[in-house]
T-cell receptor
Framework: SAVISQKPSRDICQRGTSLTIQCQVD?????MFWYRQQPGQSLTLIAT?????????ESGFVIDKFPISRPNLTFSTLTVSNMSPEDSSIYLC???????????FGPGTRLTVL | AQKITQTQPGMFVQEKEAVTLDCTYD???????LFWYKQPSSGEMIFLIY??????QNATEGRYSLNFQKARKSANLVISASQLGDSAMYFC?????????????FGKGTLLTVNP
């Protein structure tokens, strides 16, 4: 299985600030994804992190609010900008090992915005 | 568009018994994959089992098996010999064409409680 790490594991932030979440995978994957899980809800895809190009965002998510970088195959960051309490969620990154059908998830970042 | 439906918000099972968690799906893709993940209270998403749409055999992984009925568009998870540590949220998910590169669509989840 792929090993995916994220940091921070949790954070408590003030309204109006920004937080950058890092995701590192242990091997080269073709694509990485960022998901949001609001309290008591299922996972919703924010965007696909593309290496060397702009991320592909899902409907309802915009780059100004959730800028994403992927400078190389094994590392990506998600920034939650100008946070409000509605951004309180678990943010998870995922990736798939090339040649397999399985997607693995990082441990998640539990964000609370006050 | 892809859609995953999990109709059981919560399920209870006695320790050592088997339990089935329901999942139905809808897609227009000719090739797709179905996943089950476990999410304990810690929040991490743990991969359990995968079934490809063209796989002839139902997938099994230890105590987990996937009852795949393609004509009925269902992909139920069966957990045999339940353990207290199986208490968690369980999510069914689907990917479309494109192998492991393709994004996942998730159901709303089922909260499983295993009673001693």
């Amino acid at each position: 299985s792929a090993v995916i790490s994220q940091k921070p594991s949790r954070d408590i932030c003030q309204r109006g600030t920004s937080l950058t979440i890092q995701c590192q995978v242990d091997s080269q994957v073709t694509m990485m994804f960022w998901y949001r899980q609001q309290p008591g809800q299922s996972l919703t895809l924010i965007a696909t992190a593309n290496q060397g190009s702009e991320a592909t965002y899902e409907s309802g998510f915009v780059i100004d609010k959730f800028p994403i970088s992927r400078p190389n195959l094994t590392f990506s960051t998600l920034t939650v900008s100008n946070m409000s309490p509605e951004d309180s969620s678990i943010y998870l990154c995922s990736g798939g090992r090339a040649g397999t059908d399985t997607q693995y998830f990082g441990p998640g970042t539990r964000l609370t915005v006050l | 568009a892809q859609k995953i439906t999990q109709t059981q918000p919560g399920m209870f099972v006695q320790e050592k018994e088997a339990v089935t968690l329901d999942c139905t799906y809808d897609t227009s893709d000719p090739s797709y994959g179905l996943f089950w993940y476990k999410q304990p209270s810690s929040g991490e998403m743990i991969f359990l089992i995968y079934q490809g749409s063209y796989d002839q055999q139902n997938a099994t992984e230890g105590r987990y098996s996937l009852n795949f009925q393609k004509a009925r568009k269902s992909a139920n998870l069966v957990i045999s010999a339940s353990q207290l540590g199986d208490s968690a949220m369980y999510f069914c998910a689907m990917r479309g064409s494109g192998g492991s590169n393709y994004k996942l669509t998730f159901g709303k989840g089922t909260l499983l409680t295993v009673n001693p």
